[in-house]
């Protein structure tokens, strides 16, 4: 079960994010400052963090900067009620992972928290082994014996998607949305032009399969 922090100083804003996010099946912990947060790290081995910007004793982009100074890695979604490109530009350069204005809407943040849950667990993998066939998330390559084949970063990122999940369908719109970013403006044809590539490069490979799913998506079938 994931456990998720929330660094949120309005205690009626934390008590609402904790209740929608405990209804989905998370374990949530709840800090009231910046301060608070980092008790709660010593305490507890959190998935993911959705802090404040604005909290009492340590901000939301000291507390950010602080964890990743540290080599936490978890996923931080940073919520505020800024908008102005350049809080956001902030956030980002001291290593938050998503964003998330003010008033928050309950389905958006599921949404970038399960997105930014995914990302987190198929970086934490790093590899995938298919029988002769192995991913290597790093070098971005896929190697079979001596067929080493580095591929670009959004192939690599799709093929390893569907691979960590087999038999698992994705829709276009999932994939795009977390592999491309929920701001994409990409379309979801993006996704089968990709797939086609995969295909076409991998097509004598006998160990996985990407197949297209009727009106729905695509999933990868393990044959090793």
Do not use: C
């Not at 009620?81 to 350049?86: I, S």
């Not at 928050?104 to 198929?122: F, G, N, T, W």
């Not at 160990?207 to 044959?223: C, M, P």
């Amino acid at each position: 079960m994931f456990h998720i922090l929330i660094a949120e100083d309005d205690r009626n804003a934390n008590k609402l994010m904790g209740a929608v996010l405990r209804a989905e099946g998370y374990t949530v912990t709840s800090a009231f400052d910046g301060r608070e947060a980092l008790e709660k790290l010593e305490e507890h081995q959190f998935d993911l963090i959705v802090a404040d910007v604005m909290m009492p004793n340590l901000d939301g982009y000291e507390l950010t900067r602080m964890l990743r100074e540290a080599d936490y890695r978890m996923p931080i979604l940073m919520v505020t009620a800024k908008e102005l490109p350049e809080d956001k530009h902030k956030g980002f350069l001291v290593g938050t992972d998503d964003y998330m204005t003010k008033p928050v809407d309950k389905k958006e943040m599921l949404l970038r928290i399960q997105a930014l849950l995914r990302r987190s667990r198929i970086v934490n993998e790093r590899r995938i082994a298919i029988g002769s066939v192995t991913l290597n998330y790093d070098a971005l390559t896929v190697s079979r014996g001596d067929d080493i084949q580095a591929l670009p970063p959004k192939e690599f990122y799709l093929l390893y998607k569907l691979l960590a999940y087999p038999g698992q369908v994705f829709t276009r719109l999932q994939l795009l949305d977390e592999i491309w970013g929920l701001e994409t403006e990409s379309g979801e044809n993006t996704i089968t032009v990709h797939v086609n590539r995969l295909r076409k490069r991998f097509e004598h490979y006998p160990e996985f399969e990407i197949q297209a799913v009727r009106g729905l998506g695509y999933r990868a079938v393990k044959k090793a």
